[in-house]
């Protein structure tokens, strides 16, 4: 399964843009929209986008205590490079059965400390410059609950 997300660190201040990672091809950084999404961190190794391979591969270090229960999750990524949508990824995470994340299933309230692997396709062929990433996910596909909202800000230098 091909993934991309992007990352955030644990306070989560709502609008106000703060560090996540930083190297010298690469900088993120994230806010919250959403003023309920709280004790939530994740990070991620390394933080580069310099591999030897064409496949690019991370891992994410992901703590959460989500509002809701985790029984259905409809995510939504959407990144964009200027004004140009650079990708959009919709998905259902959790379907309630046979999930591939292991923090399906978790209740509202309980503790989310998970490892996972996180890998994309050639990010090389990407120009350099200033990205922004809106991940969100609902409760419902018809996303009447919002359960997270987090905006990424990440520049690819030279
Ligand atoms: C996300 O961050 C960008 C850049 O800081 C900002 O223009 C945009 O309004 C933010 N979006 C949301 C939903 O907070
Ligand atoms: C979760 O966040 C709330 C609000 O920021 C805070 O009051 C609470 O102590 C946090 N809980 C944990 C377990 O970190
Ligand atoms: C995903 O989120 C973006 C930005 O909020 C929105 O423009 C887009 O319509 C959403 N896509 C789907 C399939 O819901
Ligand atoms: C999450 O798990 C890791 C490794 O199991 C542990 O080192 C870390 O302290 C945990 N973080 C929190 C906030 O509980
Ligand atoms: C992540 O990848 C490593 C090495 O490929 C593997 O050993 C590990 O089991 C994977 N972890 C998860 C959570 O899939």
């Not at 991309?4 to 644990?10: D, E, K, P, R, V």
């Not at 609008?15 to 961190?41: A, M, V």
């Not at 690019?56 to 959407?78: C, E, H, Q, R, Y």
């Not at 964009?80 to 399906?104: A, H, P, Q, R, Y």
Request: hydrophobic share 35%.
């Amino acid at each position: 399964m091909i993934v991309i997300l992007f990352a955030s660190g644990s306070s989560t201040v709502v609008g106000k843009k703060q560090i996540l990672c930083k190297s010298d091809d690469l900088e993120i950084f994230y806010s919250s929209c959403d003023p309920t999404t709280h004790n939530f961190s994740f990070q991620i190794k390394p933080c580069s986008l310099k591999f030897k391979t064409d496949r690019s591969k991370w891992k994410g270090f992901f703590f959460w205590i989500p509002k809701a229960d985790l029984t259905t999750v409809f995510g939504n990524v959407t990144m964009w490079f200027g004004n140009t949508k650079v990708l959009e990824w919709t998905d259902n995470i959790c379907s309630g059965m046979d999930d591939g994340f292991s923090f399906c299933g978790a209740l509202k309230g309980e503790t989310i400390n998970t490892t996972m692997n996180i890998s994309s396709g050639p990010v090389n062929q990407y120009p350099t410059g200033e990205y922004t990433a809106l991940f969100t996910a609902f409760s419902s596909p018809r996303k009447e609950k919002q359960i997270f909202c987090m905006n990424y800000t990440l520049i690819k230098k030279k």
